[in-house]
């Protein structure tokens, strides 16, 4: 069995429409997929049908911006209650602070001769309900400037660079509250890749557990080495929770993260859904998604 738990559509910055996704996954012989957009769930009833026309399982979720000591921090949330209001009006904030920054980045971009419009990129965000720096690089990319997105933020968008702007992101504690307050799944992503390192040490997830209810971290991604999974495994298994895999795919605006290039064992997913149904049921006021799982 198959399981893919952290994909993008270009409902947030990946460049598939959902339901060639959810085709994608099937033809690549994925059994389960979850759908991960960034703070928004604006694709999982459309992903929902194509997973059941297709005979394909779907777990609805999604891609929280979190911040820990000016470090960003990513947090999949799997089957929470997208219009729990408390987790809905910060996820908007986010959302808006993203678009908002974008005239930003185009005048730092233009200050250092770097040839892009707002309305160039705004070209690159259809479907989306909000925008951020891989639709200014997809930008980029249309009008010659560089080749792909990974050149794009290496030279102008990454941290550090002209073009990054700063935006609203929750701090990862309140964040897995709010989750878990809507009835879902807090699980951290790619802990140890990017800059998330730098503060995501055992001990900080050890505290998000204890503290907070962190249901699981992701350990099989393409930004950890192998050395880096089965240390976090390791770490998962001493502090008795979730771990998974996944390709954190998002179409052609990824290099090397594939459909099922990595995936989650069986357990894990079983492991997942059942800490999804008790805090389903801990969660009075949550209307909670279930999972297809044919």
Same mark, same amino acid.
């Given at each position: 069995?198959?399981?893919?738990?952290?994909?993008?559509?270009?409902?947030?910055?990946?460049?598939?429409?959902?339901?060639?996704?959810?085709?994608?996954?099937?033809?690549?012989?994925?059994?389960?997929?979850?759908?991960?957009?960034?703070?928004?769930?604006?694709?999982?009833?459309?992903?929902?049908?194509?997973?059941?026309? #297709?005979?394909?399982?779907?777990?609805?979720?999604?891609?929280? !911006?979190?911040?820990?000591?000016?470090?960003?921090?990513? #947090?999949?949330?799997?089957?929470? =209650?997208?219009? +729990?209001?408390?987790?809905?009006?910060?996820?908007?904030?986010?959302?808006?602070?993203?678009?908002?920054?974008?005239?930003?980045?185009?005048? %730092?971009?233009?200050?250092?001769?770097?040839?892009?419009?707002?309305?160039?990129? #705004?070209?690159?965000?259809?479907?989306?309900? !909000?925008?951020?720096?891989?639709?200014?690089?997809?930008?980029?990319?249309?009008?010659?400037?560089?080749?792909? %997105?990974?050149?794009?933020?290496?030279?102008?968008?990454?941290?550090?660079?002209?073009?990054?702007?700063?935006?609203?992101?929750?701090?990862?504690?309140?964040?897995?509250?709010?989750?878990?307050?809507?009835?879902?799944?807090?699980?951290?992503?790619?802990?140890?890749? %990017?800059?998330?390192?730098?503060?995501?040490?055992?001990?900080?997830?050890?505290?998000?557990?204890?503290?907070?209810?962190?249901?699981?971290?992701?350990?099989?991604?393409? =930004?950890?080495?192998?050395?880096?999974?089965?240390?976090?495994?390791?770490?998962?298994?001493?502090?008795?929770?979730?771990?998974?895999?996944?390709?954190?795919?998002?179409?052609?605006?990824?290099? =090397?993260?594939?459909?099922?290039?990595?995936?989650?064992?069986?357990?894990?997913?079983? %492991?997942?859904?059942?800490?999804?149904?008790?805090?389903?049921?801990?969660?009075?006021?949550?209307?909670?998604?279930?999972? +297809?799982?044919?």
């Amino acid at each position: 069995m198959r399981i893919d738990l952290h994909t993008h559509s270009n409902r947030s910055d990946g460049t598939d429409p959902v339901d060639v996704l959810i085709r994608h996954a099937q033809e690549a012989g994925l059994d389960v997929i979850a759908l991960t957009d960034h703070d928004t769930a604006a694709g999982w009833a459309e992903g929902r049908r194509a997973a059941e026309e #297709l005979g394909i399982g779907f777990v609805p979720g999604l891609e929280i !911006s979190c911040k820990l000591d000016g470090i960003s921090v990513h #947090l999949l949330a799997y089957l929470p =209650d997208p219009a +729990y209001a408390p987790l809905a009006a910060d996820l908007q904030v986010v959302r808006e602070g993203r678009t908002d920054r974008i005239p930003t980045i185009v005048a %730092r971009l233009n200050g250092i001769g770097v040839p892009l419009t707002v309305e160039e990129v #705004l070209a690159q965000a259809t479907g989306t309900p !909000s925008v951020g720096r891989p639709h200014v690089a997809d930008a980029l990319v249309a009008n010659g400037t560089v080749v792909n %997105r990974t050149e794009a933020f290496d030279k102008y968008l990454a941290d550090g660079r002209a073009g990054h702007v700063p935006h609203y992101a929750l701090e990862p504690g309140r964040a897995i509250d709010l989750v878990r307050e809507a009835g879902g799944v807090p699980v951290i992503a790619h802990p140890w890749g %990017r800059s998330s390192y730098k503060v995501m040490t055992e001990d900080t997830l050890g505290r998000l557990v204890q503290d907070h209810g962190l249901a699981g971290i992701e350990v099989d991604h393409q =930004d950890h080495s192998p050395e880096s999974r089965e240390a976090l495994r390791a770490i998962a298994r001493n502090l008795g929770i979730v771990y998974t895999g996944s390709s954190d795919h998002h179409g052609l605006g990824k290099i =090397d993260h594939d459909l099922g290039v990595n995936s989650t064992a069986p357990e894990q997913l079983e %492991r997942l859904l059942e800490v999804a149904k008790a805090n389903a049921a801990a969660s009075a006021d949550a209307a909670v998604p279930e999972a +297809y799982l044919p």
